[in-house]
């Protein structure tokens, strides 16, 4: 009966050691998946000034006609420069995030957009715009060669690019900061880095 009792507890040790084993491996398969399906981060499609480059300085008119400068020193916080647009679904779906981003992480946030004044008029009332910057000129546009949309700016009070890309999430608009912080240029800079380390598997060491 004793040997029963001592092959019985020799075999859950075994099963438990198994068990694991298994849980480590499955750890190990989880990271490297995590890491080759990371969410990406804004799409900078490397157009227009590039990040760390100073914007050049533009006397500009807010859509309520107050003069606004882009570009050069300035006192404040650190500015986004959302690129919207009525036509576009996803900018209508996005302008409430960027609205709570801002609020959350204390960022100056200015609107661009590059149509016909009353239909601008009417996507600031249909938002509650009236309280942002709101540029209607297709010249910013041009400067950061945006050609889709939603596109956001992170700027510094120096008016440097610290960040930029295509966005459709608060995810994204959170990776500029991010981005920005890390000392890259984009989050998928970081990500392809970690790819290669992730693929790669243990050496053996030789006896």
């Known amino acids: 009966m004793s040997s029963l009792m001592i092959i019985n507890e020799v075999l859950q040790w075994a099963v438990l050691a198994a068990l694991v084993l298994?849980?480590?491996?499955?750890?190990?398969q989880v990271g490297v998946l995590h890491v080759?399906?990371?969410p990406a981060g804004a799409l900078d499609a490397n157009r227009g000034p590039a990040v760390g480059e100073a914007v050049p300085a533009m006397a500009l008119t807010t859509l309520d006609g107050r003069p606004f400068a882009l570009g050069?020193?300035?006192s404040g916080a650190v500015r986004l420069l959302m690129f919207v647009s009525a036509q576009c679904p996803l900018c209508k779906g996005l302008i409430p995030v960027a609205k709570s981003f801002a609020a959350a992480e204390r960022i100056d946030l200015v609107f661009v957009g590059d149509d016909d004044a009353a239909v601008q008029q009417g996507l600031v009332a249909a938002q509650g715009?009236?309280?942002?910057?709101?540029?209607?000129?297709?010249e910013v546009g041009r400067l950061f060669e945006v050609d889709k949309l939603p596109?956001?700016?992170l700027l510094d009070a120096a008016g440097k690019v610290l960040a930029?890309?295509?966005?459709?999430?608060r995810e994204h608009l959170e990776s500029l900061?991010?981005?920005?912080?890390?000392?890259?240029?984009?989050?998928?800079d970081y990500i392809a880095g970690l790819q290669p380390a992730a693929g790669k598997a243990p050496t053996a060491t030789a006896a």
């Not at 298994?22 to 190990?28: E, F, S, V």
């Not at 715009?129 to 297709?138: C, D, K, Q, R, T």
Request: net charge positive.
């Open 22 to 28: 298994a849980g480590l491996a499955l750890a190990r």
């Open 36 to 38: 080759r399906v990371a």
């Open 72 to 74: 050069g020193s300035r």
């Open 129 to 138: 715009l009236e309280a942002y910057p709101f540029i209607n000129s297709g």
């Open 151 to 153: 596109h956001a700016v």
């Open 164 to 169: 930029k890309g295509l966005v459709n999430s």
């Open 177 to 188: 900061i991010i981005s920005h912080e890390m000392g890259v240029a984009h989050v998928q």
